[in-house]
């Protein structure tokens, strides 16, 4: 006979109280269910957010019965597709270091001033007697004094004017801008062409601003199999912020180098080299690859673009010019090619063969030309499948 004990209420809160004694010695209770992760019993009745938890929970968020998994920083998840990698983050520039006009003035203030200050070395030598000689009218001083403190001013302050004057002059160039700095503190960028005169105390430093190309040299990288590649690629970029780019990077041109080969890198293994050996659905349906050279000249333009934009270079194009197997597996995959390319051959010439004696027989039948059991259906299609297969190998 069996007996059935009732529990009143007051006898399970007595439970629960004399439970949550006894509950540091035990591990807390967990509720499991196969379409949810672990939650702890306590965390469903407490009262104050703040309370700390005492159990470790794994990194999910329970949605329509589903663990969710964590996305790390730095990884973009899209809907029916693989995690794809984000793009390196930007280097931070100051903000103020920005190309302006510097301030310059035309080429024959400069001339003129240093005709200035040499006709004034020249009449304070005279003036002091230096040359008595070498001005028509002057031989009556031969016997004056020497240089005193009023002939040496002049002849300072002209000659100072002569150096400052000559001293300031430069020729700007089509294609060429300069960088000005004094004590380290850049002060403005010309690009003006002609003869200019530009204060001497200024640093200059020349930049080419012109369209440019760069062809790579070889470069390593893989393939989204792994595949080991060489790849040349022709970069047409130019200089657009010639502050930036002789005062944030210490050299632009290699900057651009190593940020094409880092690019290439990135950009190519996300794609298979070759459809026959990626494992992946679209690719054998098609999908993009590697020789599809207008899409990666896209993508490597893009990527490099923003790389290369904060640091006053406009990238305008990158296109790969070669993308090969590395020598090391140039044979095997040529080999894999010339197989892929014959198993699509006989899958196509298989197909062919199976459609024209499928009509062949379809034809027989309906117009009542033969009566066939299934034997000799069967003897009939073997032998029509044998000869035009045959025949489709001889053509």
Same mark, same amino acid.
């Given at each position: 006979?069996?007996?059935?004990?009732?529990?009143?209420?007051?006898?399970?809160?007595?439970?629960?109280?004399?439970?949550?004694?006894?509950?540091?010695?035990?591990?807390?209770?967990?509720?499991?269910?196969?379409?949810?992760?672990?939650?702890?019993?306590?965390?469903?009745?407490?009262?104050?957010?703040?309370?700390?938890?005492?159990?470790?929970?794994?990194?999910?968020?329970?949605?329509?019965?589903?663990?969710?998994?964590?996305?790390?920083?730095?990884?973009?998840?899209?809907?029916?597709?693989?995690?794809?990698?984000?793009?390196?983050?930007?280097?931070?520039?100051?903000?103020? =270091? +920005?190309?302006?006009?510097?301030? !310059? &003035? $035309?080429? #024959?203030?400069?001339?003129? %001033? /240093?005709?200035? @200050?040499?006709? *004034?070395?020249? =009449? +304070?030598?005279?003036?002091?007697? !230096? &040359? $008595?000689? #070498?001005?028509?009218?002057? %031989? /009556?001083?031969? @016997?004056?004094? *020497?240089?005193?403190? +009023?002939?040496?001013?002049?002849?300072?302050?002209?000659? #100072?004017?002569?150096?400052?004057?000559?001293?300031?002059?430069?020729? *700007?160039?089509?294609?060429?801008?300069?960088?000005?700095?004094?004590?380290?503190?850049?002060?403005?960028?010309?690009?003006?062409?002609?003869?200019?005169?530009?204060?001497?105390?200024?640093?200059?430093?020349?930049?080419?601003?012109?369209?440019?190309?760069?062809?790579?040299?070889?470069?390593?990288?893989?393939?989204?199999?792994?595949?080991?590649?060489?790849?040349?690629?022709?970069?047409?970029?130019?200089?657009?912020?010639?502050?930036?780019?002789?005062?944030?990077?210490?050299?632009?041109?290699?900057?651009?180098?190593?940020?094409?080969?880092?690019?290439?890198?990135?950009?190519?293994?996300?794609?298979?080299?070759?459809?026959?050996?990626?494992?992946?659905?679209?690719?054998?349906?098609?999908?993009?690859?590697?020789?599809?050279?207008?899409?990666?000249?896209?993508?490597?333009?893009?990527?490099?673009?923003?790389?290369?934009?904060?640091?006053?270079?406009?990238?305008?194009?990158?296109?790969?010019?070669?993308?090969?197997?590395?020598?090391?597996?140039?044979?095997?995959?040529?080999?894999?090619?010339?197989?892929?390319?014959?198993?699509?051959?006989?899958?196509?010439?298989?197909?062919?063969?199976?459609?024209?004696?499928?009509?062949?027989?379809?034809?027989?039948?309906?117009?009542?030309?033969?009566?066939?059991?299934?034997?000799?259906?069967?003897?009939?299609?073997?032998?029509?499948?044998?000869?035009?297969?045959?025949?489709?190998?001889?053509?």
């Amino acid at each position: 006979m069996s007996t059935t004990t009732e529990r009143s209420p007051e006898s399970d809160e007595g439970r629960g109280r004399g439970g949550a004694a006894g509950a540091a010695g035990r591990p807390p209770r967990l509720i499991h269910s196969e379409a949810t992760t672990e939650i702890p019993v306590h965390l469903l009745f407490r009262d104050d957010p703040r309370d700390p938890v005492g159990v470790a929970l794994p990194a999910g968020v329970v949605r329509g019965g589903a663990a969710r998994p964590r996305v790390e920083p730095g990884v973009r998840a899209e809907a029916g597709r693989a995690s794809v990698p984000l793009p390196p983050p930007v280097p931070g520039i100051d903000p103020d =270091l +920005a190309e302006r006009r510097a301030r !310059v &003035l $035309p080429g #024959a203030v400069g001339v003129l %001033a /240093g005709g200035v @200050g040499a006709a *004034g070395c020249v =009449l +304070a030598l005279w003036w002091a007697g !230096v &040359l $008595p000689r #070498a001005l028509p009218g002057a %031989a /009556g001083r031969a @016997g004056a004094p *020497g240089i005193g403190a +009023a002939q040496w001013a002049v002849l300072a302050g002209a000659g #100072a004017l002569a150096l400052f004057g000559f001293g300031g002059l430069a020729r *700007g160039r089509v294609g060429g801008a300069w960088v000005l700095t004094l004590f380290g503190r850049y002060r403005g960028s010309v690009r003006r062409t002609g003869l200019l005169w530009v204060n001497p105390l200024l640093l200059r430093r020349r930049v080419d601003v012109r369209l440019r190309h760069w062809r790579s040299e070889p470069m390593a990288a893989v393939d989204r199999s792994g595949v080991a590649l060489r790849v040349v690629v022709l970069v047409v970029w130019r200089v657009k912020d010639t502050a930036r780019a002789a005062l944030a990077v210490a050299d632009h041109q290699e900057y651009l180098r190593e940020c094409v080969e880092a690019t290439a890198a990135r950009v190519l293994s996300r794609l298979p080299a070759d459809a026959f050996h990626d494992g992946s659905r679209g690719a054998a349906d098609g999908g993009p690859t590697l020789r599809d050279a207008e899409a990666v000249g896209e993508a490597l333009t893009r990527a490099l673009a923003a790389q290369a934009e904060p640091v006053g270079i406009e990238v305008f194009s990158v296109q790969p010019t070669r993308i090969e197997y590395a020598p090391e597996v140039a044979a095997a995959m040529h080999r894999r090619g010339i197989a892929a390319l014959d198993a699509r051959h006989r899958d196509s010439v298989l197909t062919s063969v199976v459609d024209s004696v499928e009509d062949t027989v379809a034809r027989l039948t309906t117009r009542g030309l033969v009566e066939l059991d299934d034997y000799e259906r069967k003897a009939l299609v073997k032998d029509l499948t044998v000869a035009f297969y045959t025949g489709h190998g001889e053509r």
